[in-house]
């Protein structure tokens, strides 16, 4: 064979090197599009409680593309112009509070009371590692009220997110869609709209619009008054 076409060792080495960081940057991606739909999921059922159209929520903005140093997801009320920003790292090593992190979180202080004009604001260390998560609470408390550290699992599919207790996504889902069979397509509809496009910013009304209009036929009621008594009572019952 001709010499020029094997691979050399460094050239092997190379190419795993390659490989791994494509697979770490997809593994990324995939944690933080579960983590804005686990938060999308959460805040509705919050506002569900509270007898909310959801369908007509223009106050509360999902958005991963703001001017911002902690940059994976930025959840905006609109009422009161507070901000949560959130980083995650689907990595014990790369989620370990650690200087460069602190740089960023100081540098998101001061784009949200400079730029933003925000006096309410909160970043968030999010860690698929429980433990690791646990150290950096109290590290990253000491330095500033406003920081916090979240522990939330990272999962290869949606279904395992699904199935996985800790996530309460089973509960969040059943608020807004009874029959537990369609879950997974409910899922699906709702990750579907926030990969259309590279950067996703919409409210949770519009993410709503745009979710109802894949489902067809719609399986989702994103009405109070819509939802059965049974799962109404359960809402009301499982409060946290």
């Not at 804005?36 to 223009?58: C, D, E, K």
Request: hydrophobic residues 35%; contains cysteine; charged residues 25%.
């Amino acid at each position: 064979p001709n010499e020029s076409l094997i691979l050399t060792p460094e050239e092997t080495t190379l190419l795993d090197r390659m490989q791994i960081g494509d697979r770490s940057n997809r593994k990324g991606a995939q944690y933080e599009k579960f983590f804005a739909i686990h938060q999308f999921l959460y805040h509705t059922q919050s506002l569900l409680r509270l007898g909310f159209n959801i369908q007509q929520v223009p106050e509360i903005i999902f958005s991963n593309c703001e001017r911002a140093a902690v940059d994976d997801l930025c959840i905006i009320s609109a009422v009161d112009g507070s901000r949560k920003n959130y980083q995650l790292k689907d990595s014990p090593t790369t989620g370990k509070w650690n200087g460069a992190l602190r740089k960023r979180f100081e540098l998101q202080t001061k784009i949200d009371s400079q730029i933003h004009r925000c006096t309410s604001f909160w970043h968030t260390l999010v860690c698929s590692h429980e433990a690791v998560a646990d150290r950096n609470h109290s590290q990253m408390q000491k330095e500033d009220a406003r920081y916090h550290s979240l522990y939330y699992p990272s999962h290869t599919t949606a279904a395992e997110m699904l199935n996985d207790d800790r996530t309460c996504l089973r509960e969040f889902l059943l608020s807004v869609c009874s029959d537990v069979r369609q879950h997974h397509t409910a899922l699906t509809c709702i990750g579907a709209v926030y990969t259309e496009n590279t950067d996703f910013r919409k409210s949770l009304g519009d993410w709503w619009d745009a979710v109802i209009e894949l489902s067809k036929p719609n399986i989702f009621f994103i009405n109070q008054a819509d939802i059965p008594s049974g799962i109404r009572a359960l809402l009301y019952k499982n409060r946290f």
